[in-house]
């Protein structure tokens, strides 16, 4: 009974959390498959993340800019070796 609580906490802490997020999507430089991230706009209306195509794995650099109504973002995907 006490292990259920326990375990029922931290999911609700995440999805909580996850509402904060916005989702955006690109397409992979490399592939072409669209992806899709989940962007913090508390980390600024302008982010560089690193992160890998999730269909041929490459490093991307993503250049995110966050729309001022922040309900939005722009994703700019490069290949991380270029
Ligand atoms: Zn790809």
């Known amino acids: 009974m006490i292990a259920a ?7 609700i802490l ?4 996850k509402i904060m997020f916005i989702s955006a999507l690109f397409l992979c430089p490399v ?3 669209e992806n899709e991230i989940e ?3 508390s980390a ?6 690193t992160e890998d195509c ?7 650099i993503l ?3 966050i ?5 939005d973002a722009d994703v700019e995907a490069t290949p991380e070796n270029e």
Do not use: N
């Not at 600024?44 to 993340?49: E, N």
């Not at 999730?54 to 991307?60: E, F």
């Open 67 to 71: 729309s001022p109504d922040g309900d």
């Open 14 to 17: 995440t999805k909580a959390h």
């Open 31 to 33: 592939c072409g498959t």
């Open 44 to 49: 600024g209306s302008r982010q560089k993340l």
């Open 54 to 60: 999730q269909t041929c794995c490459r490093p991307l």
């Open 63 to 65: 250049k995110i800019e």
């Open 39 to 41: 962007v913090d706009p």
């Open 5 to 11: 609580i326990l375990a029922t906490i931290p999911a």
